[in-house]
């Protein structure tokens, strides 16, 4: 027998924590790693918002749902990333 859950935590909280991770670190690539390695560098973020991803969803302990909360956090901070790269690159582009 199940037991119902008495307040359901919200799932997409973790997945928009997960983005604003992406972000910020993506932000931190564009300003601490110098403009020939920072394609390199945005690869190493994306490899750590996955254990994030996984960390921010296992931490709110529901199970329904989870591997689509975690592929939707993952691919969302690689749009994030991704969309964050292209404008560091422009910036790097156009500033030379």
């Known amino acids: 027998m199940s037991v119902p859950e008495i307040a359901p935590r919200r799932s997409m909280a973790g997945v928009l924590v997960v983005w604003a991770a992406a ?3 993506a932000v931190l690539v564009g300003i601490l790693a110098p ?3 920072r394609a390199a560098w945005m690869g ?3 490899g750590l918002v996955v254990p994030i991803a996984f960390a921010v969803h296992l931490w709110s302990a529901r199970s329904q749902g ?3 909360r975690v ?3 993952v691919l ?3 749009l994030v990333m991704g ?3 292209v404008g560091l ?3 790097t582009l156009f500033s030379a």
Do not use: E, N, P, R
Request: hydrophobic share 60%; no cysteine.
């Open 35 to 37: 403009d020939d390695w």
């Open 83 to 85: 969309f964050i790269g």
């Open 71 to 73: 592929a939707l956090s």
């Open 44 to 46: 190493v973020g994306m």
């Open 66 to 68: 989870f591997v689509q």
């Open 76 to 78: 969302g901070g690689l």
């Open 89 to 91: 690159g422009l910036a």
């Open 23 to 25: 972000a910020v670190i």
